[in-house]
């Protein structure tokens, strides 16, 4: 079955020239031209992927976003002007997997699509078997990669696939340090390429939703310079 991305745009070529692509490559492609007819659309038949420009009238992607991540964690990708870093950074913050600056390569976007949806993949079944390779315990912190499920002193955390598998990486050895490359990898894979500021304001957003559970939080240490690391 086919996988089906919603784009939102306000710019009518974007949209047409990007589905053109997409449909191309076997995507089934759904299009909206603002924010609010985005989320109607949206909340009665959600996507597999949401691919959504910042700057719209109505409803702008921020608020799009804001009120997609009320109900749901689709894996979304913002396009954002050359010179909104600010957008970028808040966007990743609020829950945004990926972001992509205007002008881009239509081939770029198709590899970023791929990538999320690969690891969307690892959320697995929700009911199946719970397999003690995919546990990983570290104290307080439970990670179960069959079923993408994250708990921290027995609470449950709703993390994006990046987010779960940044915990991950981070928690498979303990004290080691991994560079921002190495995250990368982990959360990416080594053909997609995003800067360094997508993996801080990944972290930070993850030690805020640590946070929100346990004021304490402090297992994900930073080493200025050199990279992050999941404390002994």
């Known amino acids: 079955m086919a996988h089906t991305v919603a784009l939102v745009d306000d710019d009518r070529n974007i949209l047409t020239s990007v589905s053109i692509a997409l449909e191309a490559e076997g995507f089934e ?9 985005a989320l109607r659309g ?7 992927l949401a691919v959504l420009d910042i700057k719209m009238p109505r409803m702008d992607g921020m608020e799009l976003l804001r009120n997609l991540r009320q109900t749901s ?4 990708i913002f396009l954002t002007s050359k010179d909104d870093e600010m957008d970028e950074v ?3 913050r609020m829950g945004a997997d990926d972001y992509i600056k205007k002008p881009f390569s239509q081939r770029l976007l198709v590899e970023r699509i791929r990538a999320l949806l ?3 993949a690892l959320r697995g079944d929700g ?7 995919q546990i990983i315990t570290r104290g307080p912190l439970l990670l179960d990669g069959a079923r993408h499920a994250c708990f921290w002193n ?3 955390l709703d993390l994006t696939v990046t987010e779960f598998l940044l915990v991950k990486a981070l928690a498979q050895r303990p004290g080691h340090v991994k560079n921002r490359d190495q995250l990368m990898d982990a959360a990416y894979g080594e053909h997609v390429y995003v800067d360094d500021r997508t993996i801080d304001s990944h972290i930070k957003r993850l030690r805020k939703k640590f ?3 346990d004021a304490d939080f402090s297992q994900i240490e930073t080493l200025y310079g050199v990279g992050y690391r999941y404390k002994e």
């Not at 949206?42 to 597999?48: A, N």
């Open 73 to 76: 964690q689709i894996p979304v």
């Open 42 to 48: 949206l909340t009665q038949r959600l996507p597999d």
């Open 29 to 37: 492609v759904r299009t909206y031209t603002d924010g609010a007819e």
């Open 211 to 213: 946070k929100a559970i």
């Open 154 to 156: 027995d609470q449950p």
């Open 90 to 92: 808040m966007g990743l």
């Open 118 to 120: 690969r690891r969307e």
């Open 127 to 133: 009911a199946a078997v719970a397999d003690p390779g």
